[in-house]
């Protein structure tokens, strides 16, 4: 696999913990992040979806990512998608008040056969984000195959295998929540690629 001098000056930078700069170019280069985060700082992953928006925070810490709080936002078929978002909304908010996080990642936009379903998604995910937004926290978002091959090194892998590789990475009693469990891997994958410039690219949002 080849390293491009940019990659490898972030490489340079990581190590020596200075803060790498954002480019402008395209690609994995362009994706880089420009934060440094310290010990102990939080960061916040976000699996949306009308019914069940996953949520999970962990914090870094010198032996590794340490699990804070996850749960999943439940939103009954019987309601209207406008009372679903308010929800999610609400709960979000609260998670931020308690949780502030340093940073947040998403999970990426997906291809999806049945428009009506991505435009559901759609709502769910701009609610979210701009519930985050409002805080002034920078926000990612990585595709659901790069957190897969990430996690469990399949990008099709199912959800019960990367629940269990999230409980076995957080030291977890339980397997989380499926929804939950997604969210937890996405800011535990973001940590991972903050420590090395070459693993899955996160897109700033």
Sequence with gaps: MGVSPKQFAA????LAGRTVPRTSGTGAEAAETSLHLPEGSRVLG??????GTGWGVIRTGARGPVFVEAGTIRCPKTWDRSRCLGRI???????????PPALCVCEGLFFAQNLQTALIMGEARGAA???VARTGTEIH???????KLAMVGYGAAQKIAVAKMVQRQLGLAETPDADAADALALALVMVQELRNPLGPASKRV
């Design 11 to 14: 490489m340079e930078a990581r």
């Design 46 to 51: 976000i699996d949306p979806s009308l019914r």
């Design 89 to 99: 909304q609400a709960v979000l908010e609260e998670v931020l008040r308690q949780h």
């Design 129 to 131: 984000l701009a519930t």
């Design 141 to 147: 978002e990585i595709a659901p195959r790069k957190v």
